[in-house]
């Protein structure tokens, strides 16, 4: 029955989504929300900006929604008799409801420092920014949103507010092309998911359908060619809501060998990380700021070489499933075969960083020829 339920969750997620995307396609245009072309960007006429607005539209109203419904039906004799599973989980969602509302209230104004942002067009320093990050997400951790496989507390605490600071901006990074930071939320999300109904992670699951559900269906206008963009609305709340999930999920089970498997995200996270760490590369290489967008992103690589849009998207799909998929295994497997698809996974970006390194300088060559 579970399953069920878990696949109402993404529906509703997904119906509400589709529905309340195209008006907020209007408002963004009536109200002049929109990204406007420019030289490192790769659209050409203004763009609405209000898709974060739906994916977190579709995800609030839904949980928020469920929860209401559970509580005011569940002391109800008919609901015991017919949703007696559902009635079951009343009291684990009264232990987790306190932590899951810190989780969607940081997400919340994080979601709104990106919309300010974004209705400002982007006139907020990188500073205030992440300011507002560190002490949104420092409230959330210290409230005890955190892993807790450190040596010590405090190290849990540092640790768990650098990733989910990191995860949060590697998710506006990587939101630079049509379809990319959907659709990998999406991939995430699901792998994601089958973690957490893997290990028994009831709530985990069920905030994760309704995730996946919210991202699905922004990303049927926001696939190449889009009709909005999710703006840093929408990109900074879904990697906060990647960083504090990942931190509160175990990955370490009974069959679990080594501790090795607390490492599962990373993997699944793994391009938005490769991204950020890719592009900051590349711009501290050639002595540009770090914080001044470009065209040097993982995708915008992948284009340079000879990819169409949709070709470099799908691509990166390709990738993020192929790193994630096999990141299921660790929790199950022995301690050599976690040490084997740790290097399988290093190995894919070693061989697609040289691959796009190496295209580089044969295209350069060949333009420098042609100039001559």
Not at 261 to 284: E, K
Not at 332 to 344: D, E, K, P, R, T
Request: net charge positive; aromatic share 12%; hydrophobic share 50%.
């Amino acid at each position: 029955m579970r399953t069920v339920y878990y696949a109402i969750v993404f529906f509703q997620t997904l119906a509400v989504t589709l529905f309340v995307t195209p008006c907020l396609i209007r408002l963004a245009k009536r109200w002049q929300i929109v990204d406007h072309p420019g030289d490192r960007k790769i659209h050409h006429a203004p763009k609405p900006l209000m898709g974060g607005v739906g994916i977190v539209i579709g995800l609030l109203l839904t949980v928020g929604g469920d929860i209401v419904i559970l509580y005011v039906f569940s002391s109800s004799h008919w609901f015991q008799d017919h949703f007696s599973n559902v009635v079951d989980l009343f009291p684990l969602l009264r232990s987790v409801l306190p932590k899951l509302v810190l989780i969607l209230a940081g997400g919340f104004l994080i979601h709104l420092l990106g919309l300010v942002d974004d209705i400002l067009k982007g006139r907020l320093s990188y500073r205030f920014k992440f300011i507002v990050q560190f002490a949104v997400i420092s409230s959330v951790v210290l409230g005890g949103v955190r892993i807790s496989f450190m040596p010590t507390q405090l190290l849990d605490i540092v640790v768990t507010v650098v990733w989910i600071m990191g995860i949060t901006n590697g998710f506006n990074l990587l939101d630079n092309m049509d379809g990319l930071a959907s659709g990998i939320s999406f991939i995430c999300g699901g792998l994601l998911f089958v973690v957490a109904v893997l290990q028994g992670q009831v709530f985990f699951a069920f905030i994760l359908a309704a995730l996946t559900g919210s991202c699905l269906g922004f990303l049927f206008y926001n696939f190449h060619p889009s009709k909005l963009f999710m703006g840093d609305s929408g990109s900074l709340f879904l990697g906060y809501l990647f960083g504090t999930l990942t931190a509160t999920g175990s990955y370490v089970v009974e069959e679990s060998v080594s501790t090795i498997p607390v490492i599962m995200p990373i993997l699944i996270l793994s391009i938005p990380l490769y991204d950020t760490f890719s592009v900051v590369f590349i711009r501290w290489k050639e002595k540009r700021p770090l914080f001044i967008g470009d065209k040097k992103h993982f995708s915008h690589r992948l284009v340079d070489l000879g990819m169409t849009y949709r070709g470099a998207v799908v691509y990166i799909y390709l990738v993020c499933f192929c790193v994630g998929i096999i990141a299921l295994l660790l929790p199950y497997v022995s301690v050599g075969a976690n040490i084997i698809i740790l290097i399988q996974a290093i190995t894919i970006y070693v061989l697609i960083t040289i691959l796009i390194a190496t295209g580089k300088q044969k295209k350069n060559h060949v333009e420098g020829k042609s100039i001559h």
